[in-house]
């Protein structure tokens, strides 16, 4: 009988600080298979509330068939802004995985860190490709200064992605401050809390926010060769990827929800402004053209949930940090025998 194992935060926590490297590999590994026919990922669900309109839960599974890394998983994760008013975390989760062969839920580990590092090190493999030979100084500027900001920049610091100076922008004055301080540390590079306008004029651009509609118009003028790495999805407006190159994750995945893409395909009645995936270009499609500004777009694919946390329950059973439950599902058979 297949043993059942419960992964806690500071568990996870540990494995993914040793771990940047690894999860990056993962991730590109994941959006390969992805590419390659050789995962399955289901259409995201999302519940909403009536009475709170800025909060969700979204339901992410997928199937990885890849080798000896073959995942069956679920994130549930849950996005309740008002939640940092109050001091609290504005995203949790939790990750199912599931047998490969039999289907029976063999884990269950907390999501939101791994969630967290599964995107920053999605932008990093992102502004990597993207980047290819122009790899030269420059400033990244961050709108939204959160936990995900946090993970992209301390993944993307792991890449040949240089960094000269960070700078950032967020509604919380304390947040920006407290991110600047985190950069300059972490980068060991100049660090500042700015204006927005500041941080979109930044040579890579993170916007990692929770806005719900686009807030970044057409008086933003993204220059030829600036990368945004556009994160939360919903902040710029159409108008500004129809200029634009554009990459994302998952055309069928990135093209809902009222996306900022969603948003570029109702107003051209058109896909054609996408010019790639992440897949293709980590299989070898050529850079994008740097004549335009580039706008990488990851809706973020239960796939890489799956990758990661796979991941993170090997090494937090090799290590002892997983605790088992061994007769969590109990002998079916026996009681209803």
């Given at each position: 009988?297949t043993?059942?194992h419960?992964?806690?935060?500071?568990?996870?926590?540990d494995?993914?600080?040793?771990?940047?490297?690894q999860?990056?590999?993962?991730?590109?590994?994941?959006y390969?298979?992805?590419?390659?026919?050789e995962?399955?990922?289901?259409?995201?669900a999302?519940?909403?509330?009536?009475?709170?309109?800025?909060?969700?839960?979204?339901?992410?599974?997928?199937?990885?068939?890849?080798?000896?890394?073959?995942?069956?998983?679920?994130?549930?994760?849950?996005?309740?802004?008002?939640?940092?008013?109050r001091?609290?975390?504005?995203?949790?989760?939790?990750i199912?995985?599931?047998?490969?062969e039999?289907?029976?839920?063999?884990?269950?580990?907390?999501?939101?860190?791994i969630s967290?590092?599964?995107?920053?090190?999605?932008?990093?493999?992102?502004?990597?490709?993207v980047?290819?030979?122009?790899?030269?100084?420059?400033?990244?500027?961050?709108v939204?200064?959160?936990?995900?900001?946090?993970?992209?920049?301390?993944?993307?610091?792991?890449t040949?992605?240089?960094?000269?100076e960070?700078?950032?922008?967020?509604?919380?004055?304390?947040?920006?401050?407290?991110?600047?301080?985190?950069?300059a540390r972490?980068?060991?590079?100049?660090a500042?809390?700015?204006?927005?306008?500041?941080?979109l004029?930044?040579?890579?651009v993170?916007?990692?926010?929770?806005?719900?509609a686009?807030?970044?118009?057409?008086?933003t003028?993204?220059?030829?060769g600036?990368v945004?790495?556009?994160?939360?999805?919903?902040?710029?407006?159409?108008e500004?990827?129809?200029?634009?190159?554009?990459?994302?994750?998952?055309?069928?995945?990135c093209?809902?929800?009222d996306?900022?893409?969603?948003?570029?395909?109702?107003l051209s009645?058109?896909?054609?402004f996408?010019?790639?995936?992440?897949?293709?270009?980590?299989?070898?499609?050529p850079?994008?053209?740097?004549?335009?500004?580039?706008v990488?777009?990851?809706?973020?694919?239960?796939?890489?949930?799956?990758?990661v946390?796979?991941?993170?329950?090997?090494?937090?059973?090799?290590s002892?940090?997983?605790?088992?439950?061994?007769?969590f599902?109990?002998?079916v058979?026996?009681?209803?025998?």
């Amino acid at each position: 009988m297949t043993e059942f194992h419960v992964v806690p935060g500071p568990v996870v926590a540990d494995v993914l600080a040793r771990s940047h490297q690894q999860v990056m590999s993962a991730v590109a590994d994941a959006y390969l298979a992805h590419e390659n026919g050789e995962a399955t990922i289901a259409p995201s669900a999302f519940l909403r509330f009536p009475d709170r309109p800025n909060a969700r839960v979204i339901a992410l599974s997928a199937h990885l068939k890849e080798g000896n890394a073959r995942r069956v998983g679920m994130k549930w994760i849950s996005s309740f802004p008002d939640n940092v008013a109050r001091g609290e975390h504005r995203a949790s989760a939790v990750i199912v995985l599931n047998d490969h062969e039999t289907g029976r839920p063999v884990a269950c580990l907390e999501g939101a860190r791994i969630s967290a590092a599964r995107t920053g090190a999605a932008a990093a493999v992102a502004a990597r490709l993207v980047l290819g030979d122009r790899l030269t100084g420059g400033t990244v500027g961050f709108v939204g200064s959160g936990p995900i900001a946090a993970s992209v920049l301390d993944h993307v610091l792991r890449t040949p992605v240089p960094v000269t100076e960070v700078v950032c922008h967020d509604l919380d004055a304390a947040s920006s401050a407290a991110f600047a301080r985190h950069a300059a540390r972490a980068a060991g590079v100049p660090a500042r809390a700015v204006a927005k306008a500041e941080a979109l004029a930044a040579d890579l651009v993170v916007l990692a926010t929770s806005a719900l509609a686009p807030h970044i118009g057409t008086e933003t003028v993204l220059r030829p060769g600036q990368v945004v790495l556009n994160i939360s999805l919903r902040d710029l407006a159409p108008e500004l990827l129809l200029d634009a190159h554009n990459v994302v994750d998952d055309v069928d995945h990135c093209l809902r929800a009222d996306t900022s893409p969603h948003l570029a395909e109702q107003l051209s009645g058109s896909r054609a402004f996408v010019s790639a995936t992440i897949g293709q270009l980590l299989a070898g499609r050529p850079a994008p053209d740097h004549t335009r500004p580039v706008v990488v777009s990851p809706f973020g694919l239960g796939v890489l949930d799956v990758a990661v946390a796979g991941h993170v329950l090997d090494e937090a059973i090799a290590s002892g940090g997983a605790v088992p439950i061994p007769d969590f599902l109990g002998d079916v058979r026996r009681e209803h025998g």
